[in-house]
C-alpha cells in the first residue's frame, strides 16, 4: 500500500486537522451552491464507470472490503465532479486517476504546499514595463520547459515547481535544458521560514518554493535528474556539489498584479506557483474559470504561458487564460497541464508567484 504523506505538510497534527477541516469546508461551499440532489442520474451507471477506471488506471484492491470501500468512494467522486462542472462550465470534469481517494486523501498524497504567508522581507521584483505584452505566450514553444513530470504519493509538490522554475532559468541563461534534481531538494532541503515556527521544507511531508531557493543558494545548485534520480520517498541526502548542473543566482516575489505576472514570466521564464487545487482533482480539460473557489493555497505548480479563447458559455465571452505545468504526469489533465483564467486570481492563482535567476554552471 502506498505510504499515505502527509501532504497539506504539516508538521504537527493539530495542523493537519486544520487543513482537512479547510478542505472539507471548499466542499462544503461548492454544495450549497449546487444541491447534491441535481447530480445523482450520474450515478446510474456507476458500476460500469468503476470497471472502466480500474483497468484504464490499473486499480486493484487486496479485499473485498477494500474494493467496496474504493467504489463507494468513486460514487462520492462521481457526484463531485457533476458539481464541479456545473461550478466550472467552461472546463472538463469528471473521472481521473484520483476518483477512488477521497478529497482528504487527495490532500494528503498529491499536494504539499505548507500552508504560509511569505516572509515580511522577501524581495520584491522590480515593475516591469507591461503595454508591449505579446497576446499569447507559451515556453514549451521556446524549448524552456522539461517534459511534465509526476511526484507519485508524495507530497513534493514544491519541489517541482522550484526545479521547473530553475530549469528555465538556466535556459535563459545559457541555453542549455536541463531537468534538474527534484528528489535533492526532497532529501537534503529542511530550510526553515523564519516567520513560522517549525514551518520547515520537508521532503513528502511539503515544503515552499522560496524556501526551496534560499536552500539551493546555500548549497551552490542542483544535481541533475540523472545523476539524483527522483524515488517519491524520503531519504538521506546524496548531493554530490562535483554534479551541480544549475544553480540560483536571485529570486524574488511578483505583485499580485496579473499584467506584472506575465511581464514577468516573459522576461524571465516560467514562474512557480501556489494555487487552491480543489477542482484538480476531477479535472480532465478545457480551461478552468469556476464561479467560487477558495484561496487557500495547497499545491505548487510551474506557470508556463498563457493564452485568449476559452469560450465561457455563461458570460458569452472569451476568457484568457494561464497555462499551468503541473507534476502528475501526463495523464492527468490536458497531458499533464491546466489551464485556469486570468482575470481575478481564480483560486489563488495570483497569491504567491516568485520569479528566480540562474547563473551558468558548466557540467563537471
Same mark, same amino acid.
Request: glycine residues 10%; negative net charge; charged residues 20%.
Given at each position: 500500500?502506498?505510504?499515505?504523506?502527509?501532504?497539506?505538510?504539516?508538521?504537527?497534527? *493539530?495542523?493537519?486537522?486544520?487543513?482537512?477541516?479547510?478542505?472539507?469546508?471548499?466542499?462544503?461551499?461548492?454544495?450549497?451552491?449546487?444541491?447534491?440532489?441535481?447530480? #445523482?442520474?450520474?450515478?446510474?451507471?456507476?458500476?460500469?464507470?468503476?470497471?472502466?477506471?480500474?483497468?484504464?488506471?490499473?486499480?486493484?484492491?487486496?479485499?473485498?472490503?477494500?474494493?467496496?470501500?474504493?467504489?463507494?468512494?468513486?460514487?462520492?467522486?462521481?457526484?463531485?465532479?457533476?458539481?464541479?462542472?456545473?461550478?466550472?462550465?467552461?472546463?472538463?470534469?469528471?473521472?481521473?486517476?484520483?476518483?477512488?481517494?477521497?478529497?482528504?486523501?487527495?490532500?494528503?498524497?498529491?499536494?504539499?504546499?505548507?500552508?504560509?504567508?511569505?516572509?515580511?522581507?522577501?524581495?520584491?521584483?522590480?515593475?516591469?514595463?507591461?503595454?508591449?505584452?505579446?497576446?499569447?505566450?507559451?515556453?514549451?514553444?521556446?524549448?524552456?520547459?522539461?517534459?511534465?513530470?509526476?511526484?507519485? *504519493?508524495?507530497?513534493?509538490?514544491?519541489?517541482?515547481?522550484?526545479?521547473?522554475?530553475? #530549469?528555465?532559468?538556466?535556459?535563459?541563461?545559457?541555453?542549455?535544458?536541463?531537468?534538474?534534481?527534484?528528489?535533492?531538494?526532497?532529501?537534503?532541503?529542511?530550510?526553515?521560514?523564519?516567520?513560522?515556527?517549525?514551518?520547515?521544507? *520537508?521532503?513528502?511531508?511539503?515544503?515552499?518554493?522560496?524556501?526551496?531557493?534560499?536552500?539551493?543558494?546555500?548549497?551552490?545548485?542542483?544535481?541533475?535528474?540523472?545523476?539524483?534520480?527522483?524515488?517519491?520517498?524520503?531519504?538521506?541526502?546524496?548531493?554530490?556539489?562535483?554534479?551541480?548542473?544549475?544553480?540560483?543566482?536571485?529570486?524574488?516575489?511578483?505583485?499580485?498584479?496579473?499584467?506584472?505576472?506575465? *511581464?514577468?514570466?516573459?522576461?524571465?521564464?516560467?514562474?512557480?506557483?501556489?494555487?487552491?487545487?480543489?477542482?484538480?482533482?476531477?479535472?480532465?480539460?478545457?480551461?478552468?474559470?469556476?464561479?467560487?473557489?477558495?484561496?487557500?493555497?495547497?499545491?505548487?505548480?510551474?506557470?508556463?504561458?498563457?493564452? #485568449?479563447?476559452?469560450?465561457?458559455?455563461?458570460?458569452?465571452?472569451?476568457?484568457?487564460?494561464?497555462?499551468?505545468?503541473?507534476?502528475?504526469?501526463?495523464?492527468?489533465?490536458?497531458?499533464?497541464?491546466?489551464?485556469?483564467?486570468?482575470?481575478?486570481?481564480?483560486?489563488?492563482?495570483?497569491?504567491?508567484?516568485?520569479?528566480?535567476?540562474?547563473?551558468?554552471?558548466?557540467?563537471?
Amino acid at each position: 500500500m502506498a505510504r499515505y504523506s502527509l501532504c497539506a505538510l504539516l508538521l504537527f497534527a *493539530a495542523v493537519a486537522v486544520a487543513a482537512g477541516a479547510n478542505t472539507d469546508a471548499d466542499d462544503i461551499l461548492i454544495r450549497q451552491v449546487v444541491p447534491e440532489g441535481e447530480v #445523482e442520474d450520474h450515478l446510474l451507471n456507476a458500476e460500469h464507470h468503476f470497471s472502466n477506471f480500474k483497468a484504464k488506471f490499473g486499480k486493484t484492491y487486496a479485499t473485498k472490503e477494500e474494493h467496496d470501500h474504493r467504489f463507494g468512494v468513486f460514487k462520492s467522486n462521481l457526484r463531485r465532479a457533476r458539481l464541479h462542472a456545473q461550478l466550472d462550465p467552461s472546463a472538463v470534469h469528471g473521472v481521473t486517476k484520483f476518483s477512488d481517494l477521497t478529497p482528504a486523501e487527495f490532500h494528503r498524497q498529491f499536494l504539499g504546499l505548507k500552508p504560509l504567508r511569505l516572509p515580511a522581507n522577501a524581495q520584491k521584483a522590480p515593475i516591469l514595463p507591461t503595454n508591449n505584452l505579446p497576446k499569447d505566450f507559451d515556453w514549451r514553444d521556446k524549448g524552456a520547459v522539461t517534459n511534465v513530470k509526476d511526484q507519485g *504519493a508524495c507530497g513534493s509538490c514544491w519541489s517541482f515547481s522550484t526545479t521547473g522554475a530553475l #530549469e528555465g532559468a538556466h535556459f535563459l541563461a545559457t541555453g542549455e535544458l536541463v531537468s534538474l534534481s527534484e528528489q535533492q531538494l526532497v532529501d537534503c532541503d529542511h530550510v526553515c521560514d523564519p516567520e513560522e515556527y517549525g514551518a520547515c521544507d *520537508a521532503g513528502c511531508n511539503g515544503g515552499l518554493m522560496n524556501n526551496a531557493f534560499e536552500y539551493i543558494l546555500g548549497a551552490g545548485g542542483v544535481q541533475r535528474e540523472e545523476d539524483y534520480p527522483y524515488t517519491g520517498r524520503d531519504s538521506s541526502c546524496k548531493f554530490d556539489k562535483s554534479k551541480i548542473a544549475a544553480s540560483v543566482a536571485n529570486y524574488s516575489v511578483i505583485s499580485l498584479d496579473e499584467d506584472q505576472i506575465a *511581464a514577468n514570466l516573459v522576461k524571465n521564464g516560467p514562474l512557480a506557483v501556489a494555487i487552491n487545487a480543489v477542482y484538480m482533482q476531477t479535472y480532465i480539460g478545457g480551461v478552468s474559470c469556476p464561479y467560487i473557489c477558495g484561496k487557500r493555497l495547497d499545491h505548487g505548480v510551474l506557470l508556463v504561458g498563457y493564452g #485568449e479563447g476559452a469560450y465561457a458559455p455563461i458570460r458569452f465571452k472569451e476568457k484568457p487564460y494561464w497555462i499551468i505545468k503541473n507534476s502528475w504526469g501526463e495523464s492527468w489533465g490536458e497531458n499533464g497541464y491546466y489551464k485556469i483564467c486570468r482575470g481575478r486570481n481564480v483560486c489563488g492563482v495570483d497569491s504567491m508567484v516568485s520569479t528566480v535567476g540562474a547563473i551558468h554552471t558548466s557540467r563537471q
